[in-house]
């Protein structure tokens, strides 16, 4: 085993604890964010939402305690939600993937850790988090389209130092991703004007236009394609199989979120070969 692989690994191992970390602070984000509550209360002690014990570090022990408690309380067994365990697990995993796919993980030149990983992390938890709270309460918190903006900016750093100046590869990235901003929330806008707000919320293109100065023009214009598409899927899904027993609007948050996501990976890939396949 070569000592790059090696080094990936182990870095990679320590991501994904980080991950499952963050991720618990993620769900402490998803149950507080929509209660408006300031985040200096963000620090109280975490309880049982059924019987309000005070939860200690053996209970809020990322994905282990939900797994060995078996999904319910320790001191009223009712049952604690899934999203527990699936928040965490999901931001390990898309730390894992930013640093090995997205930032091609250690290599004779240096860890892969940089500025840019940084930012995909605060781009994948934000995607997260506004993914959640979006299908659970259907709003989008600013916090975490300004979290994504914040994201795109420490990737053109990461990009300026990487290309050490205004190179014209630098100017056609910054181009690409000021292209990004209004490419499909400009969109979004026009639906909102057109239809008096009533089919897209401010929520959605606010989101759009930071993951556009994340990802560049081409790759959000793949991923709203994608979250259309995985839209109409869950829509069709949910149809066969669960007939009547859900009904109600079903927000497009989660699925630009999850589009967004994909994209991050392999959307200017398919912009350009979809372009190579018609043109
Ligand atoms: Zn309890």
Known sequence: ?????????????????????????????????????????????????????????????????????????????????????????????????????????????????????????????????????????QIIPDSQWIVIFVAGLLLAGDKLIAEKGFTPDFVSFIISRGIGLVAVSGLFFLIALVTGGRAMGGGDIKLMAAVGFVLGWKAVVVALFAAAILGALFALLRKLFFKKKMRGVVPFGPFLAAGSALCAFVGEAIFDGYLDLFL
């Open 1 to 137: 085993m070569q000592f790059t692989h090696f080094l990936t690994a182990y870095i990679s191992i320590v991501l994904f604890v980080l991950g499952t970390v963050i991720g618990s602070f993620l769900n402490v984000l998803i149950y507080r964010l929509p209660l408006g509550l300031k985040f200096d209360r963000l620090s109280d002690h975490s309880f049982c939402p059924n019987c309000k014990h005070r939860l200690y570090a053996k209970d809020l022990f990322p994905l282990f305690s939900w797994l060995f408690l078996r999904g319910k309380c320790r001191y009223c067994k009712a049952p604690i939600s899934p999203r527990y365990p699936i928040v965490e697990a999901l931001n390990g995993v898309m730390y894992v993937l930013a640093y090995v796919v997205l930032c091609g993980g250690a290599t004779e030149q240096g860890t892969g850790l940089s500025l840019g990983l940084l930012g995909y992390l605060a781009f994948f938890s934000a995607l997260l988090v506004a993914a959640w709270v979006d299908a659970e309460h």
